[in-house]
Nanobody, 123 residues
């Protein structure tokens, strides 16, 4: 499967942005999905994850209440709605497909990764 993330860009603090991830050559439908990010000079970190049927969603403490992960199994896409963006949200954002149906914060549980989309929050 190939994952293609899109929707990144340059925004101001307080703005919103919606990232999307589309799968080709495979499906998200049987798997949990996740979003991760890597800021300049830092390690990649967990952002959000959703189980196969959406019954379980987990967020990092830094984005909880501001970001919302969603999925559309019919369209084979995953999204990340980001509101109230802050400068420390600036990072490359990656979507990923977990190898099982369970939501997971652990990057090592994910086998398939998109190429990343850059989000820059700056005034």
């Amino acid at each position: 499967v190939q994952l293609q993330a899109s929707g990144g860009g340059l925004v101001q603090p307080g703005d919103s942005l919606r990232l999307s991830c589309a799968a080709s050559g495979g499906t998200f439908n049987d798997y949990a999905v996740g979003w991760f990010r890597q800021a300049p000079g830092k390690e990649r970190e967990f952002v959000a994850t959703m189980s196969r049927w959406g019954g379980t969603t987990l967020y990092s403490e830094s984005v909880k209440g501001r970001f919302t992960i969603s999925r559309d199994n019919a369209k084979n896409t995953v999204s990340l709605q980001m509101d109230s963006l802050r400068s420390d949200d600036t990072a490359m954002y990656y979507c990923a497909r977990q190898r099982t149906s369970s939501a997971s914060r652990n990057q090592r549980d994910y086998d398939d990764w998109g190429q990343g989309t850059l989000v820059t929050v700056s005034s």
